[in-house]
């Protein structure tokens, strides 16, 4: 894809955001800090606040506290369609596509960038396109969109955000549904965007591989933040996810090598 054509990467700030809902805070008070350019990774464990904060810098969800940034200036003074040019989604699951083919889909990417009476061009075209070829769905581009495989859902809806045009990427488990191949396709196509990427994951060992710094949330506060190799400790993820791991430094890509034990694993110590 040409990468070229992609709005400057945005710098993502988030400051104390708080979260309050029906009596219950999901998120205390949390920073986060994506800088132009860089694949920044929040994990943590079910019902830490991930989605939570995610949705409230893409602005589904507003803060009852905090603020976010986005190149200094607040996300929530901003209309739908100016943040709409900043921030692409791709969410977990996705609505309103019923009888639209995957290629309609994706076109939905470009509506930020038009006024509401104009038609797709020839330059839409050619993006959409692009889209579709970048993460490997070309081939089923005309089938709808609500017949398809969670996994070719999910490769159509990277698509509709990089047809954004994009200065920030968020991601709600990108890798969700996908195939081993997919999943490190899609992941290293983030990672070469001139984009910032802001994602939600899952899998610590993907996390690990291609993102510049993680941010663990648990129970909607940030338990550690810094690159990965310094974040991903068998003591953390022990407090944190309440397992036992065994961590090492893989031999030919230098990055932290998860390996989950079993529960009654005695430890080393003992």
Known sequence: MTVDRYAHPVELTVEGVRYTTGGHTLLHGVDLTARPGETVGVVGPNGSGKTTLLRCVYGTLRPTGGRVLLDGTDAAALGVKDRARRTAVVPQDATGMLGLTVREVVAMGR?????????????????????????????????????LSGGERQRALVARALTQDPGLLALDEPT???????????????????????????????????????????????????????????????????????????????????????????????
């Open 111 to 147: 509506s930020p960038h038009k006024r509401f009476w104009e038609q797709d061009g020839p330059d839409d075209a050619r993006r959409v396109a692009d889209a579709l070829e970048a993460v490997g769905a070309a081939a089923f581009a005309d089938r709808r969109f609500d017949d």
């Open 176 to 270: 969700n549904h996908l195939d081993i191949r997919y999943r490190l396709e899609i992941l290293a196509l983030v990672r070469a965007l001139p984009t910032t990427a802001l994602l939600v994951l899952h899998d610590l060992n993907l996390a690990a591989a291609f993102c510049d710094r993680l941010y663990v949330l648990s129970a909607g506060r940030t338990a550690a933040a810094g690159p990965p190799a310094e974040v991903l400790t068998e003591q953390l993820l022990a407090e944190v996810y309440n397992v036992r791991t065994h961590i090492t430094t893989h031999p030919r890509t230098g990055i932290p090598n998860i390996v989950y034990l079993p529960l009654d694993t005695p430890r080393a110590d003992h």
